[in-house]
C-alpha cells in the first residue's frame, strides 16, 4: 500500500487481544478497546457516524450519532445511519463477551424525527447507552472477534457456481425472529428479478442530482487521504475511472457516459451472478428495530467472515423509496420494511480480494472525551 495512504488505513493493523492482554489493561483502556472494535464496523457509505464517549466510573460507554453525518438524499429518514451503529453494537458485545463481560443496553432515543438529516446536522445525537458488567469469558468467541479485524465490504463479482454451503445458510437464517426477518434468496430466476431492481435503484441514482451529487462527495479518487468515504477501487474502479467518477458526479466535469453505465449497471450485473442474495426486513420500521437490524447485519458478515465468504452491499434498492415500496410488494407480497439487502460468494478474481480495507478514522477522532 502506497505510504500516504498508511494513516487513514492505519486502525487496520491493530492486532487482536488474548482474554488475559484484555484483562490487565486498566478500565479505561478496556473501554477503548472496545470502541475500537465497534469502530470497525461497516457503515452506510463508510460515513463512520458513531462517536463515543467513556464514563471509566460508570464502567459504560454512550453511542451518539454525529448528525452531520445523516445523509440527506440517501438516508432522509436516518435509517442507514442508525443501523450503522447496530453493527458497531454487535462487534462491541462480542468483543465484551469474549473477554468476560456481559453488555446491558438502554436505548436513549426512539424518536425518529431525531435522526433526520439537517435538522441536528450539528449535534451529537445520544442513542445507546452500554454498561459492562463482569461475567465469564466466552472463549468459544474467539474466531469470531478476530473476524472483525479482518471483516471486509468486498464490491467485486462473485463465482456463481461456487454455492455457498446450506448448513451456513440455515445458521444465518435462524438469526433472524419475527421482527427482523432474513430471506435468502439463491435460485437464478429470482436473482435476475432482484437484479433488474438493482439496476432501476442504481440508474436513478445516476440521474439524479441530488442522490448522484452526494454519492460523488464519498465515491473518491483511488489515492484520496480521506479517513471516509468509499475509493473508487473498492468498486473496480481503475485510478482515472475512480477519479472521472468522482468529478463528474460532483458536476466538476461531464460525467462520462460509460463511467455511469458502468457504476449503475455494476450492482444489477453483481447480484445476478452472485450465488445467494440476502436481505432483511422489519414488521415495524422503528429506531429500536433499526438498531436490531445492524445487529444483525453484522452478526451475518462475521460468520460468512470466519467461513473466508465474500459479501457485499446494495443500498440502491432500500435508499431509493419507490423501488424499496414496489420490490417489497412486488417480490415479497408484503408491507413489510426492506432494512438491508447484500449478496454472498467466493470473489472470482484474486485481486479482487486483496484490495485493502475501508478508511478508517483514528479512534481519538471517534471517543468524544479521549
Same mark, same amino acid.
Request: aromatic share 8%.
Given at each position: 500500500?502506497?505510504?500516504?495512504?498508511?494513516?487513514?488505513?492505519?486502525? @487496520?493493523?491493530?492486532?487482536?487481544?488474548?482474554?488475559?492482554?484484555?484483562?490487565?489493561?486498566?478500565?479505561?483502556?478496556?473501554? &477503548?478497546?472496545?470502541?475500537? #472494535?465497534?469502530?470497525?464496523?461497516?457503515?452506510?457509505?463508510?460515513?463512520?457516524? @458513531?462517536?463515543?464517549?467513556?464514563?471509566?466510573?460508570?464502567?459504560?460507554?454512550?453511542?451518539?450519532?454525529?448528525?452531520?453525518?445523516?445523509?440527506?438524499?440517501?438516508?432522509?429518514?436516518?435509517?442507514?445511519?442508525?443501523? !450503522? #451503529?447496530?453493527?458497531?453494537?454487535?462487534?462491541?458485545?462480542? +468483543?465484551?463477551?469474549?473477554?468476560?463481560?456481559?453488555?446491558?443496553?438502554?436505548?436513549?432515543?426512539?424518536?425518529?424525527?431525531?435522526?433526520?438529516?439537517?435538522?441536528?446536522?450539528?449535534?451529537?445525537?445520544?442513542?445507546?447507552?452500554?454498561?459492562?458488567?463482569?461475567?465469564?469469558?466466552?472463549?468459544?468467541?474467539?474466531?469470531?472477534?478476530?473476524?472483525?479485524?479482518?471483516?471486509?465490504?468486498?464490491?467485486?463479482?462473485?463465482?456463481?457456481?461456487?454455492?455457498?454451503?446450506?448448513?451456513?445458510?440455515?445458521?444465518?437464517?435462524?438469526?433472524?425472529?419475527?421482527?427482523?426477518?432474513?430471506?435468502?434468496?439463491?435460485?437464478?430466476?429470482?436473482?435476475?428479478?432482484?437484479?433488474?431492481? *438493482?439496476? *432501476?435503484?442504481?440508474?436513478?441514482?445516476?440521474?439524479?442530482?441530488?442522490? !448522484?451529487?452526494?454519492?460523488?462527495? @464519498?465515491?473518491?479518487?483511488?489515492?484520496?487521504?480521506?479517513?471516509?468515504?468509499?475509493?473508487?477501487?473498492?468498486?473496480?474502479?481503475?485510478?482515472?475511472?475512480?477519479?472521472?467518477?468522482?468529478?463528474?458526479?460532483?458536476?466538476?466535469?461531464?460525467?462520462?457516459?460509460?463511467?455511469? /453505465?458502468?457504476?449503475?449497471?455494476?450492482? &444489477?450485473?453483481?447480484?445476478?451472478? !452472485?450465488?445467494?442474495?440476502?436481505? /432483511?426486513? +422489519?414488521?415495524?420500521?422503528?429506531?429500536?428495530? @433499526?438498531?436490531?437490524?445492524?445487529?444483525? #447485519?453484522?452478526?451475518?458478515?462475521?460468520?460468512?467472515?470466519?467461513?473466508?465468504?465474500?459479501?457485499?452491499?446494495?443500498?440502491?434498492?432500500?435508499?431509493? +423509496? /419507490?423501488?424499496?415500496?414496489?420490490?417489497?410488494?412486488?417480490?415479497?407480497?408484503?408491507?413489510?420494511?426492506?432494512?438491508?439487502?447484500?449478496?454472498?460468494?467466493?470473489?472470482?478474481? &484474486?485481486?479482487?480480494?486483496?484490495?485493502?480495507?475501508?478508511?478508517?478514522?483514528?479512534?481519538? &477522532?471517534?471517543?468524544?472525551?479521549?
Amino acid at each position: 500500500m502506497p505510504e500516504n495512504y498508511q494513516q487513514n488505513y492505519s486502525i @487496520w493493523q491493530t492486532a487482536p487481544l488474548e482474554i488475559s492482554e484484555f484483562k490487565n489493561l486498566s478500565e479505561t483502556e478496556q473501554l &477503548k478497546h472496545l470502541c475500537l #472494535v465497534a469502530h470497525l464496523a461497516p457503515s452506510s457509505h463508510n460515513t463512520q457516524p @458513531w462517536r463515543f464517549e467513556i464514563h471509566t466510573d460508570a464502567n459504560e460507554i454512550t453511542i451518539n450519532i454525529d448528525g452531520q453525518y445523516i445523509l440527506s438524499a440517501s438516508d432522509v429518514s436516518g435509517r442507514q445511519t442508525v443501523i !450503522s #451503529v447496530g453493527c458497531a453494537l454487535t462487534n462491541l458485545k462480542i +468483543a465484551a463477551n469474549y473477554f468476560g463481560y456481559k453488555i446491558e443496553t438502554e436505548l436513549l432515543n426512539n424518536d425518529k424525527q431525531l435522526f433526520k438529516p439537517n435538522e441536528n446536522e450539528y449535534k451529537l445525537i445520544p442513542i445507546i447507552k452500554i454498561k459492562k458488567i463482569a461475567d465469564n469469558p466466552q472463549e468459544n468467541l474467539k474466531e469470531v472477534y478476530q473476524a472483525i479485524f479482518r471483516r471486509k465490504v468486498t464490491r467485486a463479482e462473485y463465482l456463481e457456481n461456487i454455492e455457498v454451503p446450506n448448513q451456513l445458510l440455515i445458521d444465518i437464517e435462524s438469526l433472524g425472529n419475527d421482527q427482523i426477518k432474513i430471506h435468502l434468496v439463491s435460485d437464478r430466476l429470482r436473482r435476475l428479478t432482484i437484479g433488474e431492481f *438493482q439496476g *432501476q435503484a442504481d440508474n436513478f441514482v445516476i440521474n439524479s442530482k441530488k442522490f !448522484s451529487h452526494e454519492l460523488g462527495l @464519498w465515491l473518491l479518487p483511488n489515492d484520496t487521504n480521506s479517513a471516509i468515504g468509499m475509493p473508487g477501487r473498492d468498486f473496480g474502479l481503475s485510478d482515472d475511472e475512480a477519479l472521472r467518477l468522482h468529478r463528474g458526479l460532483i458536476g466538476e466535469i461531464p460525467l462520462n457516459p460509460a463511467d455511469g /453505465l458502468k457504476f449503475s449497471t455494476g450492482g &444489477k450485473i453483481g447480484i445476478e451472478k !452472485s450465488p445467494t442474495i440476502c436481505f /432483511l426486513t +422489519a414488521a415495524d420500521d422503528t429506531v429500536e428495530n @433499526w438498531i436490531k437490524a445492524g445487529e444483525t #447485519v453484522e452478526n451475518i458478515f462475521l460468520k460468512l467472515a470466519t467461513h473466508n465468504i465474500s459479501f457485499t452491499m446494495h443500498a440502491g434498492i432500500t435508499e431509493v +423509496a /419507490l423501488i424499496n415500496k414496489l420490490f417489497s410488494m412486488s417480490f415479497l407480497g408484503t408491507s413489510r420494511k426492506i432494512l438491508s439487502l447484500f449478496r454472498m460468494g467466493q470473489v472470482k478474481r &484474486k485481486e479482487d480480494a486483496m484490495r485493502p480495507h475501508s478508511p478508517r478514522w483514528p479512534l481519538e &477522532k471517534v471517543i468524544t472525551n479521549y
